[in-house]
């Protein structure tokens, strides 16, 4: 299989697994109790939020992380998001996005009915460069 073929099958993969979990409605707020049940560091971070609005950009968020992937270039929607989750803005530290995929992943392995380990390599895979670019604006150097 080519490199390209791979890139797709993995994309299409996590695509048809997105559009099967977030049918239901409460996929975004499993996905926050798993986050925030994962340290109370991840609890304190959102005590003051709004949740409902919180889930709402998550779903936005995962749109601009999946684009992120076929493009390699972030979208200005990401590039704020990663200057909002900054040492300088949120503190959110690098430790946490990697909370935030095991969390995300235990969220689509019990809502997707079709879930198999190729399904979580993808959701891996696709997300993979989004988190780092994320990870990588924490403090980026000036």
Request: proline share 3%.
């Amino acid at each position: 299989m080519e490199p390209n073929d791979m890139k797709s099958n993995h994309e299409d993969l996590f695509h048809a697994s997105f559009a099967r979990v977030t049918k239901a409605d409460d996929f975004f707020e499993h996905f926050y109790q798993h986050f925030c049940s994962s340290s109370e560091e991840v609890t304190e971070k959102f005590k003051d939020t709004d949740m409902a609005t919180q889930r709402a950009m998550m779903a936005q968020s995962l749109i601009h992380m999946v684009a992120f992937f076929g493009s390699g270039e972030p979208s200005e929607t990401l590039q704020r998001l990663a200057v909002v989750h900054s040492k300088a803005q949120k503190n959110i530290e690098w430790h946490f996005y990697d909370d935030w995929l095991e969390a995300l992943i235990a969220t689509v392995r019990e809502h997707d009915r079709k879930w198999s380990g190729s399904v979580e390599v993808a959701w891996r895979i696709v997300l993979a460069p989004g988190i780092a670019y994320m990870k990588s604006q924490y403090a980026p150097e000036v």
